[in-house]
């Protein structure tokens, strides 16, 4: 998670993977394992069994239409980050963080060729925390019954804060007996953040033995953890 921080962008919209693996194509740095399926992994959540936002896919012919009761009943739901997903995926996939009413998301989404496009609704609502956890697949220093090394930070605000290194996130580590052992160079683990860091390990499996892969969840209201995102323990994700 370290490694990928410290790479500004000028609009926080398009501040993505999408972006970086575009601009290192343009230095001749090939990123694209880095890729991720923006459609797949919600319906991955849910083989997981995992708690997750509420997911809506937006045809083009809905806003096209003179009536979009569609869009105007979903926004009465929540709250929504909107991803659009190039069909094309060699090209930036634009974002924004929370859209609040379907002027807000007819605004957003009238600024591009949506048939270039899937647009992508997921719910939200006040993000208080975003934390992201790593479990390696390989054996934890040979031992056959532990998994591997697993990693969890969390910080206070919305994903950039934590994705971007916008601020300094809190750090655990689990080591071969298992043990939440926080980091003096991270930010102060509090009660909240080690509750909810502990919390989200529960949900894939627990500090004894947590499922591998690749996790990015958000926090809402202090309590509510809802999972945005899993990459299998072979991607590179996985492995940062």
Not at 44 to 53: C, D, K, M, V
Not at 174 to 198: H, P, V
Not at 212 to 225: A, Q
Request: proline share 5%.
């Amino acid at each position: 998670m370290r490694a990928l921080r410290g790479i500004k962008e000028t609009t926080i919209m398009v501040q993505n993977i999408s972006r970086w693996i575009v601009e290192g194509k343009k230095s001749g740095i090939d990123l694209s394992s880095l890729g991720q399926d923006k459609m797949g992994m919600h319906q991955t959540l849910a083989e997981l069994g995992l708690p997750r936002p509420q997911v809506h896919i937006i045809k083009k012919e809905i806003l096209d239409s003179k009536t979009s009761k569609t869009i105007d009943s979903i926004f009465e739901e929540s709250d929504f980050f909107c991803r659009l997903i190039p069909k094309d995926k060699s090209k930036i996939r634009p974002y924004r963080l929370r859209l609040k009413s379907k002027k807000d998301f007819i605004n957003f989404v009238s600024k591009y060729e949506l048939d270039n496009y899937i647009i992508q609704l997921v719910e939200r609502d006040d993000v208080t925390h975003t934390g992201a956890i790593i479990v390696q697949k390989e054996i934890y220093e040979k031992k056959s019954d532990i998994t591997g090394r697993c990693i969890a930070e969390l910080v206070k605000g919305d994903g950039p804060n934590l994705f971007h290194g916008y601020k300094t996130p809190v750090h655990a580590e689990l080591d071969f007996t298992r043990a939440i052992k926080y980091s003096r160079e991270g930010a102060f683990a509090d009660d909240l953040s080690r509750q909810l860091i502990y919390q989200a390990l529960k949900h894939i499996g627990g500090p004894k033995n947590p499922f591998p892969g690749y996790y990015e969840f958000s926090v809402w209201n202090k309590e509510k953890i809802v999972f945005r995102n899993y990459q299998p323990p072979e991607s590179p994700w996985a492995k940062i």
